[in-house]
């Protein structure tokens, strides 16, 4: 079973219950997950990963330990990778969250602290002794976020940002502090072809041996069965609203 990526934003047809992919960005099915859990991560640990170590530099065997990283929607499907992802690489991370089952579930993930994205977010980095952080990763709105980013980041800091603005980002808030700013697009290498595409089957290779291994874990945190038109509608409505913690996948036909 091939553990991959699903696109239909790119590729017509990926709610069919077959599908041709290119092996090049298609790694193995870790064998100790079911097929509903292994299917809640390709797109979220494609995301996290190539948001990490192609985007920031970060150095997934530790160069950075201890070095600080904010991620923006911590709970989210994106967000529950990474955090985990952060904690391999030795980063000390800290992630927003703000209903009790969010801070919650970010902790229980391996955060090392959680932030309230609903109350003012400098001061609550201040009062844990982090008043500029390294690394952040914006998995939530990147106009919302622009300035406090540009606030909080660390001269010669990187952040990078999966959520297309709709407002002109100022980069010149950067300039001072010589920081890097980055997307994410976990389309882009087969969307253009890439020379690197072959980086996704490695990478997903190398995290199914990091689930295997007990090092990482699934984002799947619900199920609805069979699959069907309904539960389809269903499980795009829960996507779409903004409150879903980890990922969701439908079962049985």
């Known amino acids: 079973m091939k ?14 219950e077959f599908h041709l992919v290119d092996e090049r960005i298609v790694g193995r099915k870790p064998v100790s997950l079911s097929f509903a859990e292994a299917a809640s991560l390709p797109l979220t640990t494609i995301t996290a990963w190539e948001a990490f170590f192609d985007r920031l530099g970060i150095d997934p065997g530790g160069a950075q330990t201890g070095r600080s990283l904010l991620i923006i929607g911590g709970a989210g499907g994106v967000g529950s990778t990474a955090i985990q992802l952060g904690k391999l690489a030795g980063l000390i991370v800290i992630a927003t969250a703000s209903r009790s089952p969010t801070r919650d579930r970010v902790l229980e993930l391996g955060a090392d602290y959680v932030v309230d994205h609903r109350q003012p977010l400098p001061e609550q980095l201040s009062a844990l002794g982090h ?8 998995f939530n709105n990147t106009d919302a ?3 406090i980013m540009s606030e909080v980041i660390r001269p010669e800091g990187k952040i990078v940002s999966i959520v297309e603005n709709e407002k002109p980002l100022d980069l010149s808030t950067l300039k001072a502090k010589s920081a890097t700013f980055a997307w994410e697009f976990m389309f882009t290498r087969s969307m253009f ?28 945190t619900e199920t609805l069965t069979p699959i069907n038109a309904s539960n389809l509608r269903d499980a795009h409505a829960r996507l779409e609203s903004g409150r879903m913690i980890g990922k969701l996948s439908l079962v049985g036909w």
């Open 193 to 220: 072809q890439t020379h690197d595409i072959q980086q996704q089957h490695e990478l997903l290779n190398r995290a199914a041996r990091l689930i295997d291994a007990g090092k990482l874990r699934t984002t799947l």
């Open 145 to 147: 976020y622009w300035a």
């Open 131 to 138: 008043t500029e952080v390294d690394y952040i990763a914006n």
């Open 3 to 16: 553990f991959s990526m699903p696109g239909p934003s790119l590729v017509p047809g990926a709610n069919s």
